[in-house]
């Protein structure tokens, strides 16, 4: 070797590294926490047992609900629910694997009976399943902390360190080390990007003899049969998609906590909150940006997250938690001295093997899509006039003007 530095023969583990260069990135990526290693290509997980506090009826006869066998096991004969938008109270009088029969409990001032509920279905509260006295084991309502498993495949991530001998010779950044350690941050970064359009759209492929493992990403995972999915048919983002979404996943048991969405769309829904803004004396910074937005479902804040690698007609409503990010054993990403014989200056190679975890991403996100196109949503808010109507003390109209309004 031509070159010296501290550090020439030894293994640098940079898992520690890349967890901080990912915390600190404002990306999709900085929502996975370091979960337990993973022992094979194959990583598997068990899946949490989400009880939302609420089914949907998909249609209803009689007083009898069509209902999942997901929904049907959250309920038992005795078991109180509530259509949600009426203060009726119902009673469930016999469950099947794939319906509900209710019956009338209390009107509480309604005119709604169980003969009298939509046929279209709808969707139900459970209110409490009350007991009594003397009871015994399975008497209660039943709430495993885990049911069925899920997996993904561990992906192969690798980056080359390259410094030639005139880099070296230049000397900008001081010493072979400071300059090593300069282009592996850079490496890093470029790493932790990667990995975060890996958890957003990689699909999932074992590893074997004819391919190459690949680790499926939200996408992969957040959509298809069962998942939850708003369809926003073109209309702009506003509180009233989100709170739907969210309320979606509340009632699937997640817990609502953030909205991904493109840098266009974080504008458009900040735009319909600039209004309500308040700028208090003592800020020393000025905008119009919304950060976070008070969920109307649970009077909870939801962390705007603006990703410039999501598509801009997509929003996702997310429960984070149930996020991971697991390293195969032995595998956490490190670099090690990679220089050939007679090379021209030092080659270092980081490389490591990992997986993302997505529990009970089903019950946890919420994908809002086809949405209005941020810059069409932005520039309607930009032209939009509005008019206002002056009136006399009486009441009656005096003049009609119109006010422009811009984004700015």
């Not at 967890?19 to 949490?48: C, M, Q, T, Y």
């Not at 006010?403 to 700015?408: K, N």
Request: proline share 3%.
């Amino acid at each position: 070797m031509l070159y010296s530095y501290s550090f020439a023969n030894r293994k640098r583990d940079l898992s520690d590294i890349l967890s901080s260069v990912i915390k600190d990135e404002p990306r999709f990526i900085s929502n996975f926490r370091r979960v337990p290693d993973a022992r094979l290509g194959k990583h598997e997980w068990l899946e949490d047992q989400l009880q939302g506090r609420g089914i949907r009826a998909t249609a209803i006869a009689s007083g009898v609900l069509t209902v999942s066998s997901a929904d049907a096991a959250k309920v038992r004969v005795g078991t109180l629910l509530g259509k949600k938008g009426d203060p009726a109270l119902f009673v469930v009088t016999a469950t099947s694997s794939s319906s509900v029969t209710v019956a009338l409990a209390s009107a509480n001032g309604s005119t709604l009976t169980a003969a009298t509920l939509p046929q279209a279905g709808a969707d139900f509260n459970i209110v409490s399943t009350p007991m009594g006295e003397g009871t015994g084991n399975g008497d209660g309502e039943e709430n495993y902390a885990l049911s069925s498993t899920q997996w993904n495949a561990t992906q192969i991530f690798r980056k080359e360190i390259v410094l030639s001998g005139t880099a070296l010779a230049v000397n900008l950044y001081g010493g072979a080390d400071n300059q090593l350690n300069r282009q592996t941050a850079f490496a890093l970064s470029d790493l932790a990007r990667d990995l975060n359009r890996v958890a957003l759209f990689g699909r999932r492929v074992e590893g074997g003899a004819s391919a190459k493992g690949e680790a499926g990403g939200l996408y992969y995972f957040g959509t298809g049969d069962g998942a939850l999915e708003i369809d926003g048919d073109g209309a702009k983002l506003d509180s009233f998609i989100i709170n739907d979404a969210a309320q979606r996943v509340l009632g699937e048991g997640g817990d609502p906590m953030q909205i991904l969405c493109s840098p266009g769309q974080a504008r458009v829904i900040s735009n319909e909150f600039r209004e309500r803004l308040q700028i208090l004396r003592s800020d020393d910074r000025r905008g119009a940006y919304v950060a976070v937005i008070v969920n109307d479902i649970n009077g909870r804040g939801m962390t705007v997250m603006a990703d410039p690698d999501m598509p801009d007609t997509d929003v996702w409503i997310m429960d984070p938690a149930g996020f991971g990010l697991a390293n195969l054993k032995g595998r956490a990403i490190a670099d090690e001295d990679a220089t050939p014989k007679g090379f021209d200056g030092i080659r270092r190679t980081a490389l490591g093997e990992l997986t993302f975890e997505f529990r009970n991403v089903h019950q946890r996100c919420c994908r809002v899509k086809n949405l209005m196109a941020s810059s069409s949503a932005l520039a309607a808010l930009r032209s939009f006039t509005p008019t206002v109507i002056a009136t006399t003390k009486a009441g009656s109209p005096l003049s009609v003007v119109n006010e422009s309004a811009s984004e700015e």
